[in-house]
C-alpha cells in the first residue's frame, strides 16, 4: 500500500523541543522531494520546510534557525527537528512526498497529519 507514515507529535512547552519523522511505504518509487506542510486552526495550510534529492532545503521564515529538516540515506524517511517551539507553532502537521511514478506521472502523497500542540 502506497503511504506516509507520520509519528511524533505530541504535547510539549513552550521552548521545548519535538521530532517528527515520515516513513513513506516500499511501494511509493521515485521520491523527488519530501516535505512538511502545517495547518494551524483557522488558517490555511503552509509550507514549514522541504527537502529535495540534492539535500537543498527550504523553510517558511518563522522557522528558520528552529527547525531542520533532514532525510536518512535511503531518501525515503524525513525528519522534523523542531527545537524552541512556540505556542504560534501549535498546528496538525503533514508529511508530504512529491514523486514521479514508473510511468512518468507526477503526484502527491500526504500523510494523516500528526498534531503539535505548543502550551503551558
Known amino acids: 500500500q502506497e503511504q506516509l507514515g507520520e509519528y511524533g507529535g505530541g504535547l510539549v512547552q513552550p521552548g521545548g523541543s519535538l521530532n517528527l519523522s515520515c516513513a513513506a511505504s516500499?511501494?511509493?518509487?521515485?521520491?523527488?522531494?519530501m516535505a512538511w506542510y502545517r495547518r494551524a486552526p483557522g488558517k490555511q495550510r503552509e509550507l514549514v520546510a522541504g527537502?529535495?534529492?540534492?539535500?537543498?532545503?527550504i523553510y517558511e521564515d518563522s522557522v528558520k534557525g528552529r527547525f531542520t529538516i533532514s532525510r536518512d540515506n535511503a531518501k525515503t524517511t524525513a525528519y522534523l527537528q523542531m527545537n524552541s517551539l512556540k505556542p504560534e507553532d501549535t498546528a496538525v502537521y503533514y508529511c508530504?512526498?512529491?514523486?514521479?511514478?514508473?510511468?512518468?506521472?507526477?503526484?502527491?502523497?500526504w500523510g494523516q497529519g500528526t498534531q503539535v500542540t505548543v502550551s503551558s
Open positions: 527537502i529535495n534529492n540534492g539535500d537543498r532545503t
Open positions: 516500499g511501494s511509493i518509487f521515485g521520491i523527488n522531494s
Open positions: 508530504n512526498a512529491y514523486v514521479t511514478t514508473r510511468t512518468g506521472v507526477r503526484r502527491d502523497y
